[in-house]
T-cell receptor, first 117, second 111 residues
Framework: GAVVSQHPSWVICKSGTSVKIECRSL??????MFWYRQFPKQSLMLMAT?????????EQGVEKDKFLINHASLTLSTLTVTSAHPEDSSFYIC?????????????FGNGTRLTVT | DAKTTQPPSMDCAEGRAANLPCNHS???????VYWYRQIHSQGPQYIIHGLKNNETNEMASLIITEDRKSSTLILPHATLRDTAVYYCIVRVGTNAGKSTFGDGTTLTVKP
């Protein structure tokens, strides 16, 4: 089945530094990937849609200059949290759609736990 | 995307069928029903999806009412490992379709 790999699975960084999270589709190509953020005991919140070869589309209230998204190939999207602060500590999850047929489902990475100290 | 309504929590005895309902009364004709689940501290896992017809795979069955305003996910023989948060998502089937997650149903399978 379709596999989405996310790396790293967890990261601890100091306040003010930047952190890059990678999302790869291992056995399929994805022109679109999605990035979510999840705080403890809350549901997933869509942050942005990553489009291969073009700019990402951000949801309302998400700072595009803080959460930089690059989708340089059909199998890789990256999310960079710039100048991270403790309030950015969260669980970040990516997803990609498997296949271009109508209705094809999303598959998710296993998430990245970011802790900013 | 259409909004969905799910009960916040449900319990199920191990070995019994778990029936998880979802209401999506404002669903549009081109919107699919998807079910995912999330085990603690992991990314969501795709379970099943459908448009109009009932669907079955190795994990579960999906029953969609004829008017498509509600659906039920059935786990035929629940195990302790099925304890998770189950999300019912309704979205268009194109690549542009974004998935909006509600609060889901926390299913607890008890021995």
């Amino acid at each position: 089945g379709a596999v989405v790999s996310q790396h790293p699975s967890w990261v601890i960084c100091k306040s003010g530094t930047s952190v890059k999270i990678e999302c790869r589709s291992l056995d399929f190509q994805a022109t679109t990937m999605f990035w979510y953020r999840q705080f403890p005991k809350q549901s997933l919140m869509l942050m942005a849609t990553s489009n291969e070869g073009s700019k990402a589309t951000y949801e309302q209230g998400v700072e595009k200059d803080k959460f930089l998204i690059n989708h340089a190939s059909l199998t890789l999207s990256t999310l960079t949290v710039t100048s991270a602060h403790p309030e950015d500590s969260s669980f970040y999850i990516c997803s990609a759609r498997d296949g271009n047929f109508e209705g094809s489902p999303l598959h998710f990475g296993n998430g990245t736990r970011l802790t900013v100290t | 995307d259409a909004k969905t309504t799910q009960p916040p929590s449900m319990d199920c005895a191990e070995g019994r069928a778990a029936n998880l309902p979802c209401n999506h009364s404002t669903i549009s004709g081109n919107e699919y029903v998807y079910w995912y689940r999330q085990i603690h501290s992991q990314g969501p896992q795709y379970i099943i999806h459908g448009l109009k017809n009932n669907e079955t795979n190795e994990m579960a069955s999906l029953i969609i009412t004829e008017d498509r305003k509600s659906s039920t996910l059935i786990l035929p023989h629940a195990t302790l490992r099925d304890t998770a948060v189950y999300y019912c998502i309704v979205r268009v089937g194109t690549n542009a379709g974004k998935s909006t997650f509600g609060d889901g149903t926390t299913l607890t399978v008890k021995p």
